[in-house]
């Protein structure tokens, strides 16, 4: 059971928060570039707890900036796009995508004061089919992230956003931890019948693995352990890394190119974001089921399986092979997340073993966040992008006289330098 104080901190990500100033120190993940258009409708959306309007500029430039015009504050929402910038509907100011005042439209020049406005404007880049936003320091912009998915040439690379209604802790502890695979989505991935060289068995027949955790440069990172064949051990890694990803373990340790961000809109919504390859079996290729988007600030990439219809369940489903009776694996885990609350009364939970890479996931934001609000230290990967690159997860077999941490190290070696590994 956490200590109030304790969970505030890791929920509650507005301006001023402890949290909310961690998260504002890295590059998070905000829109679909195909959100925006040049000249086109400005777009209303929420991160870490700040309502901003999004834009595409005549010259294909994106803005992300507070909604409110610095002038009267009337929402920007309604500006017009135009010629490079945005103007208010109420007087006629116009910005640009860095926030700089344009023209003040009703403003006779001789008293004209524009070089001393600036709308409330956060840096942003676009990388493979997203805008990346960032919402620290404005004159000490780090490169963006390392991250093996975010790095996949164009043409391969694929995004896939759906909102979740809770806090953003809730889902991101979903997927770093691997014991909920064989009981929550059995009839889905935890099936009964596997192939014969399919090590997703183990996992089927052993439900309680045991489990090592440890601190990293991006985060945490753990691996989840059990008997496989004669001799040999199934291991599962995965990731938590600064300030919201996840590297979770649902595919092969060779072949994994996917990231998972879970980004706070504000303390009770979530967008979670995953970034992958177009071709092979996940679920940045497969997911069609939106509700269409609206323009509120949280009426983007809405599941249409909700709270309100019991997120479609089956319960004849249930009961014959699905442990749920809810399709998709996504929306599984939606359910669960939502139902522990908007935000979840930590002080009700009994963490088990099992929660142990959840209990080093919480101290080390913990430790990051209260760290940052004392003097401005930052985790490593705040000032080196670079160090996302070591970061892998998923899962492999290997013989049991591999032992941890050094098996994890072996087998990136084995993915990533094949001919050195075996010359050693």
């Known amino acids: 059971m956490a200590k109030q104080r304790d969970s505030e901190i890791l929920t509650q990500v507005g301006p001023g928060t402890p949290m909310g100033g961690l998260m504002r120190q890295f590059w998070i993940p905000g829109l679909k570039s ?56 109420y007087h006629g100011w116009k910005f640009d995508v860095e926030g700089n005042c344009l023209d003040m439209a009703n403003v006779p020049p001789a008293q004209d004061f524009k070089h001393k406005v600036r709308a409330k404007a956060y840096k942003a880049e676009e990388r493979n089919g997203v805008v990346w936003v960032f919402m620290g320091d404005q004159d000490a912009v780090p490169e963006l992230p390392h991250i093996a998915a975010a790095m996949l040439p164009e043409i391969e690379a694929n995004s896939f956003f759906v909102m979740r209604n809770c806090n953003w802790l809730q889902p991101m502890e979903g997927d770093i931890d691997t014991s909920h695979l064989n009981f929550l989505h059995m009839g889905s991935m935890g099936r009964v019948d596997f192939e014969k060289d399919d090590p997703t068995q183990f996992g089927a027949v052993h439900k309680d693995p045991e489990y090592f955790t440890t ?10 352990y059990r008997p496989a064949g004669e001799g040999e051990i199934y291991w599962r890694f995965a990731h938590f890394m600064f300030p919201c990803w996840a590297l979770a373990p649902f595919k092969a340790f060779k072949s994994y190119a996917i990231a998972r961000a879970w980004v706070p809109l504000d303390d009770e919504h979530t967008m979670f974001i995953m970034m992958g390859a177009k071709e092979g079996p996940n679920e940045t290729s ?72 959840i209990t080093a996931t919480r101290k080390r934001l913990l430790n990051a966040a209260k760290a940052y609000q004392k003097d401005g230290s930052l985790p490593a990967s705040a000032a080196d992008p670079a160090l996302y690159r070591e970061q892998r997860g998923g899962f492999f077999v290997a013989s049991d006289d591999r032992k941890w941490p050094e098996v994890y190290d072996q087998e990136m070696a084995s993915v990533t330098n094949p001919q050195r590994q075996a010359a050693e």
Not at 34 to 56: T, W
Not at 322 to 331: C, L, M, N, Y
């Open 34 to 89: 195909s959100e925006l258009v040049a000249d086109g409708d400005p777009v209303r959306c929420m991160l870490l707890g700040e309502k901003l309007i999004a834009f595409r500029d005549s010259s294909g430039r994106v803005g992300v900036m507070d909604h409110r015009c610095p002038h009267r504050c009337a929402s920007l929402f309604f500006g017009r796009n135009e010629e490079d910038g945005i103007r208010c509907v």
């Open 286 to 357: 497969d997911f069609d089921h939106h509700l269409p988007n609206t323009t509120d600030f949280l009426g983007r990439w809405r599941c249409d399986q909700t709270f309100a219809n019991d997120y479609m369940m089956d319960r004849d489903l249930q009961r014959k092979s699905s442990f749920t009776g809810i399709e998709g694996i996504h929306q599984q885990d939606q359910a669960v997340t939502e139902s522990m609350g908007s935000t979840t009364d930590h002080s009700w939970e009994h963490l088990a073993p099992s929660d142990q890479m």
């Open 215 to 224: 601190d990293t440069d991006c985060g945490t990172m753990y691996a989840a």
